[in-house]
């Protein structure tokens, strides 16, 4: 296709998401990517925000996420130059209905969680003693429901899982997490199994001793642990043993370190997309299709 045809397109057809293009064009999205780059009479409008992720095969470890490729095929609006008002008015209800997806996850993980400690006959005596965050990109409004196939089971699910950690005090028996573990876990499988959801929650349940280890940010488990706390919201339990978290998470220097890093990843972004740009073959092997569609932190939390 040349870029005559995709501005013929764009005119008969209105301002499109990259995933659409890619659906009506037929290319794949990285050619369809350089061909809009590269025509000057197209526009473009990104919503939502750019966030760190953490990959053991970027050097550094961190990235921007969406990838080049994501953002360019869910979260991006691309129009003629000549559909200014269009294409902000597509953009606008993409992103409203974005943040009703991430909202809409949001509240069943907390309802979820909810109905999880009202089948525990321990939740008395752990009320004031747990809580449960969230983490993930619903906490940046940047849900999605794209299908995608859940790693163990291969059930397909509906987009962005629910990353979620249940954090006792360590005062709370054992005995007591395990039942909470198993709670959990009913609740997992029933979420991924029923039609009316296909949901996956990722989940973990461990105690502040824990968090404490890993606030010391010296390894790559360390390091996604520290940074699932840094961005979590709270859902459900003791707010106060919340609070206590957060400001672990900020008295062990977390916070710094994790702008830090996403001020290196944004760099490591420009970089790519002029890499990308720039390339005088279409890039298509391994060590440059990393800079367009690079892994996820992958299917663990810790």
């Keep these: 296709m040349e870029s005559g045809e995709l501005l013929e397109l764009l005119k008969k057809n209105g301002p499109q998401t990259g995933g659409e293009l890619m659906e009506q064009t037929r290319l794949d999205a990285l050619p369809l990517w350089l061909l809009c780059?590269?025509?000057?009479?197209?526009?473009?409008?990104?919503?939502?925000?750019?966030?760190?992720?953490?990959?053991?095969?970027?050097?550094?470890?961190?990235?921007l996420s969406p990838s080049i490729r994501r953002e360019f095929l869910t979260y991006t609006m691309v129009g003629c130059q000549t559909q200014g008002d269009a294409i902000e008015s597509r953009a606008r209800k993409l992103h409203e209905e974005i943040r009703r997806i991430s909202r809409a996850k949001l509240d069943l993980a907390r309802e979820s969680m909810e109905a999880v400690t009202q089948t525990l006959s321990e939740w008395e005596f752990m009320q004031d003693k747990v809580c449960f965050i969230i983490a993930g990109d619903i906490t940046y409004e940047m849900g999605h429901a794209v299908p995608r196939p859940e790693?163990?089971?291969?059930?397909?699910?509906?987009?962005?899982?629910?990353?979620?950690?249940?954090?006792?005090?360590?005062?709370?028996?054992?005995?007591?997490?395990?039942?909470?573990?198993?709670?959990?876990?009913?609740?997992?499988?029933?979420?991924?199994?029923?039609?009316?959801?296909?949901?996956?929650?990722?989940?973990?349940?461990?105690?502040?001793?824990?968090?404490?280890?890993?606030?010391?940010?010296?390894?790559?488990?360390?390091?996604?642990?520290?940074?699932?706390?840094?961005?979590?919201?709270?859902?459900?339990?003791?707010?106060t043993l919340f609070q206590k978290v957060k400001q672990m998470v900020d008295a062990f220097g977390v916070n710094a370190r994790i702008e830090a890093m996403k001020q290196h990843a944004e760099a490591e972004r420009s970089q790519a997309e002029h890499s990308l740009l720039h390339s005088d073959a279409l890039p298509a092997d391994a060590s440059t299709m990393h800079l367009f569609y690079t892994s996820e932190e992958g299917d663990e939390i810790y």
Excluded: C
């Design 151 to 239: 790693v163990s089971t291969g059930e397909m699910v509906r987009g962005s899982d629910l990353d979620i950690i249940a954090i006792a005090e360590d005062d709370v028996p054992s005995k007591m997490l395990r039942a909470l573990d198993a709670a959990i876990l009913k609740k997992k499988y029933y979420l991924l199994t029923q039609p009316n959801y296909h949901e996956e929650i990722d989940y973990l349940v461990k105690n502040v001793a824990k968090i404490r280890e890993q606030l010391a940010f010296d390894s790559f488990p360390h390091m996604i642990a520290s940074k699932i706390l840094h961005e979590s919201q709270f859902l459900h339990g003791s707010e």
């Design 37 to 63: 780059q590269r025509t000057p009479e197209i526009s473009f409008k990104r919503i939502g925000v750019r966030y760190l992720r953490l990959d053991r095969n970027v050097e550094g470890y961190a990235r």
